[in-house]
C-alpha cells in the first residue's frame, strides 16, 4: 500500500543536541526549544499536515511516497519513505523513562551485521553516532546508513538506503520527513525496545480490507 503526496503545503541526537535558545519578544527571556525532530507529541504545536499512524505521525513532504505493508487488520509490519532512489525504512520502539537505548541498540545491530559478514563501522553524524555498512543481498551489495533518535520513553530508528546511505547530504525531503517526525507514545506501560503499535487511518484499512491485500490508496495526511 501506498501513500503519496506530491505536493506539500508548506544517531541519535539527545535532548540536548535538539535544542536551542528561543528568545521570548515578549519578556526578551530566552528558554530552550527544540529545533529538529523527531518531536515526541507533547512537543508539537503546528499546522504541518502528518499522516497518522497510530505511534507515529509522518509530515508531508513533496515528492516523498509512504509505503507501508499492513495486516488484513490494518496493523502495519513496516514504514518506508521513498523519495527517487532513496529510501528510509522507520521504526519506533519503547524506553524507558532515565535513559536512552540507541547506543545499545547500535551496538547489537552492529555485532549482528559483523556475524553476518557484513562490513560496519561507526561514524559521527547529524544525528550523533551512526553505522554505516554494506550488506549482500541478491541484488548485489547494497550499502545502509543506521541513525536513531532517543525521545521521551521512546526511540526512532531509521535505516537509510540507496544513494543517501552513503551521502547523507542527499537525503533532502527524507531528511525533511524525519526531522517533522512525531511520535505519539502513549502512556501504557510497554516492555523496553518492545515496537510500538502502528496503524492505518481507519478509512485508508476499511479501503484496503475491501480491495484485497494488493491494494494501493493514496491519504491525504491530517494534522496534528
Known amino acids: 500500500m501506498i501513500f503519496s503526496r506530491k505536493r506539500a503545503d508548506a544517531g541519535r541526537h539527545t535532548r540536548d543536541e535538539r535544542t536551542a535558545e528561543v528568545l521570548d519578544e515578549g519578556t526578551g527571556a530566552s528558554t530552550p526549544g527544540l529545533v529538529r525532530g523527531p518531536y515526541d507529541i507533547s512537543e508539537v504545536d503546528d499546522d ?6 497510530g505511534s507515529l505521525h509522518i509530515p508531508a513532504v513533496a515528492e516523498v511516497e509512504v509505503r507501508v505493508q ?4 490494518g496493523v502495519i509490519q513496516q514504514v518506508v519513505l521513498v523519495h527517487g532512489d532513496n529510501a528510509l525504512q522507520l521504526g519506533v520502539f519503547a524506553a524507558p523513562r532515565s535513559e536512552g537505548i540507541w547506543d545499545e541498540v547500535r551496538e547489537e545491530i552492529r555485532q549482528s551485521l559483523l556475524s553476518d559478514g557484513a562490513a560496519a ?3 559521527e553524524g547529524e544525528y550523533g553516532p551512526e553505522l554505516h555498512a554494506q550488506v549482500r543481498t ?4 547494497t550499502n545502509l546508513r543506521f541513525v536513531g533518535v532517543d525521545g521521551p520513553r521512546w526511540m526512532v ?4 538506503q540507496g544513494p543517501v546511505a552513503t551521502d547523507p547530504a ?5 531528511a525533511e520527513c524525519l ?3 512525531v511520535v505519539d507514545r502513549g502512556q501504557e506501560a510497554k516492555p523496553v525496545r ?3 503499535p502502528l496503524r492505518l487511518p481507519r478509512e485508508i484499512a476499511d479501503q484496503a480490507g475491501a480491495e484485497g491485500a494488493d491494494a494501493s490508496a493514496a491519504a491525504e495526511p491530517r494534522q496534528v
Do not use: M, N
Not at 530508528?157 to 537509510?160: A, E, K, L, P, S
Open 121 to 123: 563501522q561507526e561514524v
Open 70 to 73: 499492513a495486516d488484513p487488520q
Open 157 to 160: 530508528r531509521g535505516v537509510f
Open 170 to 174: 542527499s537525503a533532502g525531503p527524507l
Open 138 to 141: 541478491p541484488d548485489g551489495p
Open 48 to 53: 504541518v499536515q502528518r499522516l497518522d499512524l
Open 179 to 181: 526531522d517533522g517526525l
Open 194 to 196: 518492545e515496537p510500538l
